[in-house]
């Protein structure tokens, strides 16, 4: 094992140039915990509003800090407890808390955090799963409560979120309806959606009607507008901008709190489960190594993605 690992670390708010991959101590596994030699690491785009100085709960006095929340990889250290659940070598993706950095090339990771990696995919895709699929989940379940029979419109459903939740929603046993640019309605429509709105030529409100739940990964006028395809009763939730109390009381529906996924590996299980399954396709837009990093962030900032990028570090 090498005495550093590399890792992108972020020392002071700005654009991609503030990114920098820099050495740093292997960190040593305690407890439940175990170290983790990462293959993949996602880039979502929480680290590039982290860069910016846009994320409030990252603030000017809390850097440096290592980017990253998800990743995939195997298992090279155990902790004092850990070895009576897992073991050296396995497949593992996970997704951590704020308080580590996944895009590093050994991270320690919470025995509670991680789950064995799908086996139907190798780890890369793997990586592109636990942030933007657990977002996804813990927006339509735990917040919009989406339940089976019900009708869902999904803003933004080519986007990494949105293609996780579509299908998601789908396995749920929901009618999906998802917006989308003109050349992602045929993407969407293979991810499961039952109707793709091209909101480029298409009014939504003229297609999605008796919405149980909306879930925005938009905002804006795109959040101020769907009020009026929601029954009396329905629910929008978004992870940008909690949605106006007010004009949910006037529309007799419900507004959910905007809300920031949070590490969950009873959910992480069960989508690694549908993803065996094939029920749920990983899609890996674009991959870059890990000291091509910046690339990464400025091709996520122009948008266009269908799926995710991830970070390779083998």
């Known amino acids: ?51 910016e100085g846009k994320y409030p709960a990252v603030q000017e006095d809390d850097l440096p800090i290592i980017l990253g929340r998800d990743l995939a990889g195997t298992i090279e250290a155990l902790g004092t407890r850990a ?41 890369v895709h793997a990586a592109a799963v636990p942030l933007a699929a657990i977002t996804a989940w813990q ?26 939740a579509i299908q998601l929603a789908k396995a749920k046993g929901a009618t999906v309806f998802t917006t989308c640019s003109g050349d992602d309605v045929e993407f969407v429509r293979e991810l499961g ?14 297609i999605a009607k008796d919405i149980d739940v909306v879930f925005d990964l938009i905002a804006g006028e795109t959040q101020d507008r769907s009020w009026a395809v929601l029954r009396e009763g329905g629910i929008m939730v978004s ?8 004009k949910a009381a006037e529309h007799k529906a419900r507004s959910a709190p905007r809300y920031t996924a949070q590490p969950n590996a009873a959910q992480l299980r069960e989508v690694a489960d549908l993803i065996d399954a094939g029920k749920v396709k990983v899609v890996v837009s674009e991959t870059f190594p890990l000291d091509e990093v910046r690339a990464a962030h400025e091709r996520l900032e122009k948008g266009g993605i269908r799926g995710k990028i991830v970070l390779t570090l083998t």
């Open 139 to 164: 927006g339509l379940f735990d917040h919009g409560g989406l339940k089976e029979g019900q009708r869902v419109l999904i803003h933004g459903g080519a986007g990494g979120v949105g293609h996780f």
């Open 1 to 51: 094992m090498a005495e550093t690992s590399r890792a992108v670390r972020l020392s002071w708010f700005g654009g991609a140039d503030a990114l920098m991959i820099d050495p740093t101590e292997i960190p040593q596994p305690r407890d439940d915990e175990v170290l983790v030699r990462v293959v993949a690491a996602s880039v979502n785009p929480v680290d590039y509003k982290i860069r």
């Open 239 to 246: 992870t940008l901008v909690e949605p106006d109390k007010r």
């Open 193 to 206: 959606a039952d109707v793709g709105i091209d909101y480029k030529k298409e009014r939504f409100e003229d």
């Open 83 to 123: 070895h009576y659940m897992l073991s050296k070598g396995e497949p593992v993706f996970a997704f951590i808390g704020q308080d580590r950095g996944a895009q590093s090339d050994h991270v320690v990771v919470k025995a509670i955090e991680l789950v064995a990696a799908p086996r139907s995919i190798d780890l």
